[in-house]
């Protein structure tokens, strides 16, 4: 069965700490992805990656940076996190280079105070 | 770049009615549009999705119809029960080209 695993599913950080966000994926897939997730906003794209080390900004990449150092694995950096950047983070993957049809992991609620 | 609205925010239903969701977009380009369902402590999951050269798609009680002169998209679910209560994303992109730009969300619920 098709897995993305985020490897934590609530975290409370301080403001000004460097936080680290882990996903993994068991298929094999090209592309990763790193969406938030705040009410009456949906889902919105932070980055994107469609090979290893290669890395796509989103619609706000503003305050993350990602790493990729393997095709399973897609990490979401917050140099340094701000009360703002508490939300839900979704991670996801796909196969190929339509980027459709993503598979979602369950979600990392992050608060950050 | 790609802007898709999504309407209603919230729809309520009594248990065998139909709901209909229904999404617009901007980017006459777009050629594929999915939607998404998210139960309560889960990541969304794809449903059902239909691309630009057709224009309904059926599975069960889901449906799917796109309409590209109008631009807009709408997701049809008949005889709904307790566990369609959910959030429904819909999106739209362009194959090969672009990332989906999903809709804020409609969050759905049907009641026994």
């Known amino acids: 069965d098709v897995k993305v695993t985020q490897s934590s599913r609530y975290l409370v950080k301080r403001t000004g700490e460097k936080v680290f966000l882990e996903c993994v994926q068991d298929?094999?897939?090209?592309?990763m992805f790193w969406y938030r997730q705040d009410p009456g906003l949906g889902l919105r794209l932070i980055y994107f990656?469609?090979?290893?080390?290669?890395?796509e900004k989103g619609d706000i990449p503003e305050g993350y940076s990602v790493s990729r150092e393997k095709k399973e694995r897609f990490s979401l950096i917050l140099e340094s996190a701000s009360t703002n950047q508490t939300s839900m983070y979704l991670c996801a993957s796909s196969r190929g280079q339509g980027r459709e049809k993503l598979f979602f992991g369950s979600g990392t609620q992050l608060s950050v105070l | 770049g790609e802007n898709v609205e999504q309407h209603p925010s919230t729809l309520s239903v009594q248990e065998g009615d139909s709901a209909v969701i229904k999404c617009t977009y901007s980017?006459?380009?777009?050629?594929?549009f999915p939607w998404y369902k998210q139960e309560l402590g889960k990541g969304p999951q794809l449903i059902i999705d239909?691309?630009?050269?057709?224009g309904e798609k059926k599975d069960q009680r889901i449906a799917v119809t796109l309409n590209k002169t109008a631009k807009h998209f709408s997701l049809h679910i008949t005889e709904t029960q307790p566990e369609d209560s959910a959030v429904y994303f819909c999106?739209?992109?362009?194959?090969?080209?672009?990332?989906?730009?999903f809709g804020k969300g409609t969050m759905l619920l049907v009641s026994p």
């Open positions: 980017d006459s380009a777009s050629n594929y």
């Open positions: 239909i691309r630009s050269n057709v």
């Open positions: 990656s469609y090979d290893v080390k290669m890395k």
């Open positions: 999106a739209a992109s362009i194959t090969g080209y672009s990332t989906l730009t």
């Open positions: 298929m094999d897939h090209e592309n």
